[in-house]
């Protein structure tokens, strides 16, 4: 094992490892994802992968067993609290929150059970694989309640007669209507998020996070934004310019055999409606495209 070389635990396959991946390729690191390995070394930048269960990456974290982890904050406070009531270490920081893996962690209860807060479930038994972050969040209610550990199929606890009502993660909302279940409170809203052990890294690995964190930034940024051109009369260029979404400085070029006419380029923050599309051919304006963005650099 080569100690020089950063290591980065990721989700090996679920929710999170599909966009892990995406996110390294888009910061420039070539890797040889090979099925049933646990490490994969990057081919172009001293970065080793550790393709882990999701569970194991905020330890591994802040064992120092590797330099950074990506994992939802679920997962994350969930094992924060657990290790700290042990009297564990737990010392990282979070690098970066980034834009996937959103979910919340709900309470659910069966769709004829009369919920009326947090209350209704006094003294009642809820299924959930996150006992620390449910005992917080009814610990500053104030109600009391019986905690029933299951690390999967949790959904189905109320209809087997393992539990009362569930707290579990919620994205659509499917699985749960699937089960004859609603949500009922949301106690916690979780993002995946980039962190790094506590210790302070070599200052080689440092320039490689140093690197890292510049390019996730703009991969973010760039899936926020959007390139805007089109063609607009010269007269209104005004009330055009008015309406583009987050137009500070367009760009106005001059058309080649047209004085009429201009052309506008634009990066925006934000998409491009419909609507705006409508109002501006109403204002004269053709040829209008919004095009993705793949990388941005301020
Ligand atoms: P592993 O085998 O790695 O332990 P897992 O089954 O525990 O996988 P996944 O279901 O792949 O985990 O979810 C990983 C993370 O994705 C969750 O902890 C959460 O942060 C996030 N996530 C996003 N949407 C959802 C969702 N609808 N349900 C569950 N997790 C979600
Ligand atoms: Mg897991």
């Not at 690098?95 to 919340?104: A, E, M, T, Y």
């Not at 109600?143 to 707290?167: Q, T, W, Y």
Request: overall charge negative; glycine content about 8%.
């Amino acid at each position: 094992m080569d100690k020089t070389r950063l290591r980065i635990a990721i989700q090996k396959s679920g929710r999170l490892s599909k966009e892990c991946q995406q996110l390294l390729k888009g910061c420039g690191v070539k890797l040889n994802l090979r099925e049933q390995r646990l490490i994969a070394h990057a081919e172009n930048m001293p970065i080793d992968l550790l393709l882990v269960r999701d569970d194991d990456i905020p330890g591994l974290v802040m064992d120092g067993v590797v330099d950074l982890g990506v994992v939802g904050e679920n997962v994350l406070e969930e094992t924060l609290m657990d290790r700290q009531a042990q009297g564990e270490a737990a010392d990282y920081s979070v690098l970066k929150r980034l834009d996937f893996g959103g979910c919340r962690l709900s309470l659910a209860v069966a769709d004829d059970f009369d919920y009326q807060g947090p209350q209704s479930l006094e003294g009642r038994r809820i299924a959930t694989s996150y006992p620390w972050l449910l005992k917080r969040f009814m610990d500053a209610q104030g109600v009391k309640f019986k905690s029933v550990m299951l690390n999967g199929s949790v959904e189905v606890a109320p209809r087997a007669g393992v539990a009362d009502a569930i707290c579990d993660l919620v994205s659509t909302g499917a699985t749960l209507e699937a089960n004859g279940l609603v949500e009922a409170d949301v106690i916690f809203r979780s993002k995946a998020v980039l962190i790094q052990s506590g210790n302070a890294l070599p200052a080689g690995k440092q320039q490689i996070v140093d690197k890292l964190l510049p390019r996730i930034q703009g991969l973010q940024q760039a899936r926020e934004s959007k390139y805007i051109m089109l063609h607009a009369p010269k007269d209104k260029l005004e009330q055009v310019i008015d309406l583009l979404p987050g137009a500070e400085r367009p760009t106005i070029m001059q058309l080649a055999g047209e004085t009429n006419q201009v052309a506008i380029h634009m990066v925006s923050s934000e998409d491009m409606f419909w609507e705006t599309m409508e109002g501006l051919k109403a204002l004269g304006a053709s040829s209008i495209l919004v095009l993705p963005i793949e990388k941005m650099m301020e």
